[in-house]
């Protein structure tokens, strides 16, 4: 039996029709938590999981699960420097993300 047109998927992408980059950049944008890490990453900065754990005012191990979500969603982007593995904005994920979801609104809606 086919299925209804809505239940077809394009290759490559979620339920949703959106690629699961973009699923995760979404996801990553839905709470408010992770919200306020983006915040703190304004005009370039660059910060260890310590400093955002502290400005944000939550436990390392927290503001690590949290900063693990923001990357896999290409909000934030990192490197690491001996034992230190510092964030910063992926402006160029974040832009693809939205690109993509710019053009599956244009599509769907």
């Known amino acids: ?13 979620g339920p949703t029709g959106l690629a699961p980059d ?5 996801k990553a944008l839905g709470s408010p938590t992770r ?9 370039g900065a660059e910060l260890s999981v310590g400093e955002v754990a502290e400005h944000a005012g939550i436990s390392q191990a927290t503001a690590s699960q949290q900063l693990t979500l923001l990357r896999r969603g290409r909000i934030v982007t990192s ?9 910063r904005a992926d402006r160029d994920g974040a ?3 939205l690109t993509e979801l710019q053009s599956y609104l244009m599509t769907c809606c």
């Open 1 to 13: 039996m086919d299925q209804p047109e809505s239940a077809v998927v394009a290759p490559g992408t």
């Open 22 to 26: 973009t699923q995760d950049f979404l």
């Open 35 to 43: 919200q306020r890490i983006m915040m703190l990453f304004s005009r």
């Open 79 to 87: 490197r690491r420097e001996g034992k230190t593995v510092y964030y």
């Open 95 to 97: 832009v693809a993300a």
